[in-house]
């Protein structure tokens, strides 16, 4: 078994290079499959668990993709072979759901399983076959799959999101570009992957336009070809060092990352009491060893995200004071607050909000990790804890975090890696 071992009570201190956004990569990747000429390059990508699944469920398609060490991802998507992913891969990340939009707008078919619902919600797709229907597709969900069709092209439509999903405008977005005529996406979702994700396929020859507000408009377009394109830098990652610079009473520069997609953590540790300095080539996080409580509400971009709730709250466990933590987009995203209590935090949950009575003292202990953000809430919990820390369930922060692990060391912290019975992922060129 994997585990991450930490000694706490080293004080973070120097620089480090954030990653490219794994939630960037993701959806450039499905769409790229809307090209029936040409070659997409990713660049910038973080070699992680969850961009490698989606590779081999676009393989499962009949597509070319090749994922090399300096971060690039290619992908050739000139023949498909089917429209249909298979549930042993779909089951693994939620994500790879969002294939749904460009089969059906490039072959006027899908057939892809219902993701079940993971360790932090139910998370439905409702939204998602909302914006395929308005398009025109006939969806129906049968034996575990949810199968769409369409004679022709997709119509362009005015499409009105229930829920602000950044799923579900991904799948309508992308599904819209190749529909006859104008579509007009209102309560869009507005986060920084989708704006990347809108660049990405302008540069493919699309037309979207309003990508970052509310409402975003698409005009069809016949074809589509790949192109190269630079995600941008992983702002849960740069969150995660901000806040793990904030728990050590640390002084880290998170090189690359953009302030604008972190204002709210921004103004949240300024109200806490740490120093955090935008600079045009990166974020400064200065903290003074005592902080102060704060409230905290998860929203979507640009409020507070829910990827970085997990972390906060380990921060704020060692707070003294009372600081609320309220998660309104998830049901079940306080599985890190069990296993925090393992290490003395006083934390109580009240409906959505976690009540933590912050305390002078954490102490080490053998924890897992359920989910990704909470297994990095962990290894944050475990830099200032007293003693070892020892962090199961690893296979989660791989999802997400290249190298915490080696960077977090960087710092100054006392931090291992240990029993990885597999060697790091491996890199890969064939197509199947
Ligand atoms: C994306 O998930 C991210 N994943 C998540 O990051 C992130 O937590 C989430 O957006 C919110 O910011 C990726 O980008 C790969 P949603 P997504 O659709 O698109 C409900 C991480 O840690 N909803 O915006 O699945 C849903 O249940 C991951 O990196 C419906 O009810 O999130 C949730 O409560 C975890 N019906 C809320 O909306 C729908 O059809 C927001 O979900 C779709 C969503």
Same mark, same amino acid.
């Given at each position: 078994?994997?585990?991450?071992?930490?000694?706490?009570?080293?004080?973070?201190?120097?620089?480090?290079?954030?990653?490219?956004?794994?939630?960037?990569?993701?959806?450039?990747?499905?769409?790229?499959?809307?090209?029936?000429? /040409?070659? +997409?390059? $990713? #660049?910038? %990508?973080?070699?992680?668990?969850? *961009?490698?699944? @989606? =590779?081999?469920?676009?393989?499962?398609?009949?597509?070319?993709?090749?994922?090399?060490?300096?971060?690039?991802?290619?992908?050739?998507?000139?023949?498909?072979?089917?429209?249909?992913?298979?549930?042993?891969?779909?089951?693994?990340?939620?994500?790879?759901?969002?294939?749904?939009?460009?089969?059906?707008?490039?072959?006027?078919?899908?057939?892809?399983?219902?993701?079940?619902?993971?360790?932090?919600?139910?998370?439905?797709?409702?939204?998602?076959?909302?914006?395929?229907?308005?398009?025109?597709?006939?969806?129906?969900?049968?034996?575990?799959?949810?199968?769409?069709?369409?004679?022709?092209?997709?119509?362009?439509?005015?499409?009105?999101?229930?829920?602000?999903?950044?799923?579900?405008?991904?799948?309508?977005?992308?599904?819209?570009?190749?529909?006859? /005529?104008? +579509?007009? $996406? #209102?309560? %869009?979702?507005?986060?920084?992957? *989708?704006?990347? @994700? =809108?660049?990405?396929?302008?540069?493919?020859?699309?037309?979207?336009?309003?990508?970052?507000?509310?409402?975003?408009?698409?005009?069809?377009?016949?074809?589509?070809?790949?192109?190269?394109?630079?995600?941008?830098?992983?702002?849960?990652?740069?969150?995660?060092?901000?806040?793990?610079?904030?728990?050590?009473?640390?002084?880290?520069?998170?090189?690359?990352?953009?302030?604008?997609?972190?204002?709210?953590?921004?103004?949240?540790?300024?109200?806490?009491?740490?120093?955090?300095?935008?600079?045009?080539?990166?974020?400064?996080?200065?903290?003074?060893?005592?902080?102060?409580?704060?409230?905290?509400?998860?929203?979507?971009?640009?409020?507070?995200?829910?990827?970085?709730?997990?972390?906060?709250?380990?921060?704020?466990?060692?707070?003294?004071?009372?600081?609320?933590? +309220?998660?309104?987009?998830?049901?079940?995203?306080?599985?890190?607050?069990?296993? @925090?209590?393992?290490?003395?935090?006083?934390?109580?949950?009240?409906?959505?909000?976690?009540?933590?009575?912050?305390?002078?003292?954490?102490?080490?202990?053998?924890?897992?990790?359920?989910?990704?953000?909470?297994?990095?809430?962990?290894?944050?919990?475990?830099?200032?804890?007293?003693?070892?820390?020892?962090?199961?369930?690893?296979?989660?922060?791989?999802?997400?975090?290249?190298?915490?692990?080696?960077?977090?060391?960087?710092?100054?912290?006392?931090?291992?890696?240990?029993?990885?019975?597999?060697?790091?992922?491996?890199?890969?060129?064939?197509?199947?």
């Amino acid at each position: 078994m994997t585990t991450i071992q930490i000694r706490g009570g080293q004080r973070l201190v120097g620089t480090i290079q954030v990653n490219g956004a794994k939630n960037a990569v993701l959806p450039i990747m499905t769409a790229s499959l809307l090209a029936d000429k /040409g070659i +997409t390059v $990713i #660049e910038g %990508a973080p070699y992680l668990t969850d *961009i490698e699944n @989606l =590779a081999h469920v676009v393989r499962s398609l009949g597509v070319g993709v090749e994922m090399s060490p300096d971060g690039k991802v290619r992908v050739e998507a000139d023949s498909l072979a089917t429209c249909e992913a298979p549930y042993e891969l779909v089951r693994k990340m939620r994500a790879s759901f969002w294939v749904a939009g460009p089969l059906l707008a490039r072959t006027g078919h899908f057939r892809v399983p219902l993701p079940g619902g993971c360790n932090i919600g139910e998370r439905p797709v409702d939204q998602h076959i909302k914006g395929f229907e308005a398009l025109g597709a006939k969806v129906t969900i049968e034996h575990g799959y949810v199968e769409g069709y369409v004679n022709g092209r997709l119509k362009g439509a005015r499409v009105y999101l229930d829920i602000v999903s950044v799923g579900a405008t991904i799948n309508t977005m992308i599904a819209a570009t190749l529909a006859e /005529g104008q +579509t007009i $996406i #209102e309560n %869009a979702a507005k986060e920084p992957e *989708i704006v990347d @994700l =809108a660049n990405y396929l302008n540069a493919m020859g699309a037309s979207v336009r309003g990508a970052g507000t509310d409402v975003i408009r698409i005009e069809g377009v016949k074809a589509l070809h790949g192109a190269s394109h630079n995600v941008i830098p992983d702002r849960i990652e740069a969150g995660t060092f901000m806040v793990a610079a904030a728990i050590t009473g640390g002084d880290v520069f998170v090189e690359g990352a953009i302030y604008n997609h972190l204002s709210s953590l921004g103004a949240k540790l300024r109200e806490a009491g740490v120093e955090v300095e935008d600079d045009i080539s990166g974020i400064r996080v200065r903290a003074p060893q005592t902080l102060k409580p704060i409230d905290v509400k998860t929203l979507p971009y640009p409020g507070f995200p829910t990827d970085l709730q997990a972390p906060v709250l380990a921060l704020l466990a060692r707070v003294e004071g009372v600081s609320i933590i +309220t998660e309104t987009l998830y049901e079940n995203r306080f599985m890190h607050v069990p296993e @925090l209590r393992r290490m003395g935090a006083e934390v109580k949950i009240e409906g959505r909000s976690a009540i933590v009575e912050g305390v002078a003292k954490l102490t080490g202990a053998d924890v897992t990790a359920t989910d990704l953000r909470a297994g990095a809430a962990l290894v944050l919990a475990g830099l200032v804890a007293e003693g070892e820390t020892l962090v199961s369930g690893v296979e989660h922060i791989d999802r997400g975090y290249h190298d915490l692990v080696g960077k977090l060391r960087s710092l100054g912290a006392h931090i291992f890696r240990a029993g990885d019975s597999v060697p790091p992922l491996k890199l890969v060129s064939s197509q199947s």
